[in-house]
């Protein structure tokens, strides 16, 4: 019904940045939602940001707060991520995931995810 694929990962410096995209397909003018989440070896998978439909409502993890932004294009079925000021405590795989409803910071509340891109931050 869904399928979310990510991309713009890689390799950058302590103070750089990237910008993560999440390019969407099928029934995506459903889902209330779309988020950003991020794992890194050995720990849970962490809430980055969410964004909604219409893209009027947005959420942060404190962590990333004036540093990242979360936007979205429609006419593009893309949620972008841009991440500013990047910290080596940034690295891990970042996924995109959708949800029609629920918790917006609760990982099982989404319906489809991506496949996920690295994102490593050197010291």
């Known amino acids: 019904q869904v399928q979310l694929v990510e991309s713009g990962g890689g390799l950058v410096q302590t103070g750089g940045s990237l910008r993560l995209s999440c390019a969407a397909s099928?029934?995506?003018?459903?889902?209330?939602?779309t988020s950003w989440f991020r794992q890194a070896p050995g720990k849970e998978r962490e809430f980055v940001a969410a964004?909604?439909?219409?893209?009027?409502?947005?959420y942060y993890t404190d962590s990333v707060k004036g540093r990242f932004t979360i936007s979205r294009d429609n006419a593009k079925n893309t949620v972008y991520l841009q991440m500013n000021s990047l910290k080596p405590e940034d690295t891990a795989v970042y996924y995109c995931?959708?949800?029609?409803?629920?918790?917006?910071?609760?990982?099982?509340?989404?319906?489809?995810w991506g496949q996920g891109t690295q994102v490593t931050v050197s010291s």
């Open positions: 099928g029934r995506t003018f459903s889902f209330y939602n």
């Open positions: 995931a959708t949800q029609r409803t629920g918790r917006y910071y609760y990982a099982n509340d989404y319906d489809y």
């Open positions: 964004i909604s439909l219409s893209g009027g409502t947005t």
